[in-house]
């Protein structure tokens, strides 16, 4: 009679066995998922295990279904799908803008978080407040919170280009940009700050470009006529679209009336998805733009770095009407419970 220890060692010994000693009718009925990897050892039986000693049978755990969280787990937010904005609304921001300002910083548009909190540059992964500073426009890196008063306590404004909100600026065409520089020369010229920093390369070629038509083409040099044959006309390529350089513009608009003007000057995103600037170089940037600020503000104002080339122009040259401020087309707002939101950093996008 064989004892129960023996029984227990030739069970051992079989459960241990190898690859190399086990016959190729065995291996054929493994079934391999498309994870499974060929030098990974792989089990027969996969709905039970059997005791070595006992005997006993116990059914393996069900895979959890897909996308289920574990025990405990606080669910994440959906994020957001690209057009699914309705909720926000096409204008959720307040411009904090008012008369004679230093600084009027103009963004491309909203992003998520920042219509979601209404507060300009609420991202935790914008630089913008940091920029700010780094500027000398803030005593410190203020929170988003503290942008409902900058025109009253630090005297600059924000806006944007265009209101409406995208997670990506991606989705912003062309002619929706081109269209909304107008409507944001009609508030330059309504407002009249002294500078406007346009924060966004795009933001930045669009207007410039819009000065650019106003401006017109140089005339072609005339060419002398000749008897000869001429050859084959060749289609003339497109002029490479107007580019904007980091710093002071080669366009002001002038406010005749009042015997001043504004100046443009665009500075790199403070997006942290902007990787071609990084944190370091942005803020260097911020620093250089705040030295020209602070030339505006002495008494008397200094005469700033302006290209030679700087023309000014007038609202009749841009065809936009000048409009008279009224108490009644300020528009008000309803401050939103979110002064507990505390933001680390910020895209506009």
Known sequence: MTSPATLLTDQISFTRRTRSSATS?????????????????????????????????????LPKPEGSAPLGAVPKKRRRAKGDYADLGSDPLTDRIREE?????????????????????ASPHNHFYKAVHAAGLTPTVLEPSASRTFPEDYNIGITNLIPRPTREASELTKAELEAAVPI???????Y???IVAFIGMKVGDTV??????????????????????????????????????????????????AGCATYFYVLPSTSGRVAAYPLPVKLE?????????????????????LPESTRYYSPEDLGIE???????????EEVPQFDSVVAEETTEL
């Open 184 to 190: 944001f020369l009609r508030k330059v010229i309504k």
């Open 285 to 305: 940037l911020y620093r250089s733009f705040g030295i020209e600020v602070a030339k505006l503000r002495s008494c008397p104002p200094e005469p700033l770095a």
């Open 208 to 257: 410039a470009q819009f000065f650019a038509k106003v401006a017109g083409t140089p005339e072609s040099r005339a060419t002398h006529t000749s008897t000869a044959p001429s050859p084959a006309v060749k289609k003339s390529k497109r002029p490479a679209p107007v580019k904007a350089a980091i710093g002071l513009q080669d366009f002001a608009l002038a406010h005749t009336s």
């Open 101 to 121: 300002l230093d600084v009027l910083f103009c963004g491309e548009n909203p992003g998520i978080r920042t219509a979601e909190t209404q507060l300009h540059y």
């Open 25 to 61: 009718a065995e291996i054929q009925h493994v079934s391999l998922t498309s994870y499974s990897r060929p030098n990974k050892r792989t089990r027969k039986d996969c709905g039970k295990v059997e005791g070595a000693a006992t005997g006993n049978v116990t059914a393996l755990a």
């Open 192 to 194: 009249r700050p002294r």
């Open 322 to 332: 000048v409009v008279t401020i009224k108490a009644e087309e300020v528009k008000t």
